[in-house]
């Protein structure tokens, strides 16, 4: 068999299997093409070598191996839809899920220190509620978290008015390590996706959608923090 016939071969058999996905999402598409391709001309590289045609076999197993290598990097670099958004503050991690927009949390100081607020129940919130007074950022996330979960828990709690007024934020500004956390992308995001992951978490965390404007405020800020970047 000839290396003509044996590349046709390959080319036949790597159009076949474009065309079996083309019904495929876009989002998926993409990412089969991105492996597929380098995976296809790894199988024809292998079969050129097989067959004596190491000149031909070689370089083409090796230009597979660095297409590969672009699409894990590319891959790591965004986080696809399905991932989660974090917000940490100095008593609290939060986790917000970017399709369901379901929450959960996790105590990093105080008396439940270690526990995730799911498994917390509706007394010991209050008790944190309280031991969070002077901390203004971890109470916004705590009852950011309240509000989703328990949504008419300030009528049955007696809260005090000025509790957490003045305090600092502790954290400081947002690195862009947080950023790309709260916004749920990978270092390396471009401009496009990260106005896409801005949008996405808008839609369930605006203030007018009854979501939490702590957590609206804090996406914005992620929002800017990365753009500048981009300036």
């Known amino acids: 068999m000839s290396a003509i016939a044996v590349f046709l071969g390959g080319l036949l058999i790597l159009m076949a299997l474009v065309a079996g996905v083309l019904s495929v999402k876009p989002s998926a598409l993409a990412t089969t093409l991105r492996y597929g391709f380098p995976v296809a001309a790894a199988g024809v590289g292998a079969v050129l070598t097989l067959l004596g045609r190491a000149g031909l076999g070689i370089p083409l197993l090796m230009f597979s191996a660095v297409l ?21 503050s100095a008593a609290l991690e939060m986790e917000l899920d970017l399709d369901t927009g379901e929450m959960n949390g996790l105590v990093l100081a105080g008396s439940f220190e270690g526990a995730e607020l799911n498994h917390l129940d509706e007394p010991d919130l ?50 862009q390590k947080e950023a790309y956390e709260v916004l749920g992308l990978g270092p390396g995001a471009s401009e ?9 978490l808008m839609k369930r965390m605006h203030p007018d959608a009854g979501g939490s404007a702590f957590l609206a405020g804090r996406i914005n800020e992620a929002k800017a923090v990365l753009l500048s970047r981009h300036d």
Do not use: K, N
């Open 68 to 88: 590969y290598t672009r699409a894990r990097r590319a891959a790591r670099a965004t986080r696809q839809p399905g991932g989660q958004s974090y917000v940490r």
């Open 126 to 175: 209050m008790q944190l509620h309280a031991e969070l007074a002077a901390d203004a950022e971890s109470l916004g996330l705590l009852e950011a978290y309240l509000d989703r979960r328990t949504p008419d828990w300030r009528a049955s709690f007696d809260m005090d008015d000025d509790a957490g007024v003045g305090a600092s934020h502790g954290s400081g500004a947002m690195t």
């Open 192 to 200: 496009a996706e990260i106005r896409e992951a801005h949008r996405r």
